[in-house]
């Protein structure tokens, strides 16, 4: 099955930025579309950034114009630049496929707090 490792979180500051890194096992270039996913306390999982094969984008409305997924088909990676954080931004943050597959990588915190 697919291992998918997540890293870059941390604590930040509001307005600060992040750059969140995912490592898969498989090659990502024969999936459809790939993606970014948190979950914060209490909160169902969502799916916040998307980049298709041909590396479309697509952004919930919450993060819009602040973070960037992008995917290095060589490396097996995939990306989230994150800028302007907002405290709201504070979640586990998890990478998957889209729809995801059944098992998850273990997600990195991310935490915006001052």
């Known amino acids: 099955q697919v291992q998918l490792v997540e890293s870059g979180g941390g604590l930040v500051q509001p307005g600060g930025s992040l750059r969140l890194s995912c490592a898969a096992s498989t090659n990502i270039f024969a999936i459809n579309a790939m993606g970014w996913y948190r979950q914060a306390p209490g909160k169902q999982r969502e799916l916040v950034a998307r980049?298709?094969?041909?590396?479309?984008?697509n952004y919930a409305d919450s993060v819009k114009g602040r973070f960037t997924i992008s995917r290095d088909n060589a490396k097996n990676t995939v990306f989230l630049q994150m800028n302007s954080l907002k405290p709201e931004d504070t979640a586990v943050y998890y990478c998957n496929a889209d729809p995801p597959w059944r098992n998850w990588g273990q997600g990195t915190q991310v935490t915006v707090s001052s």
């Open positions: 980049i298709a094969r041909i590396s479309s984008t």
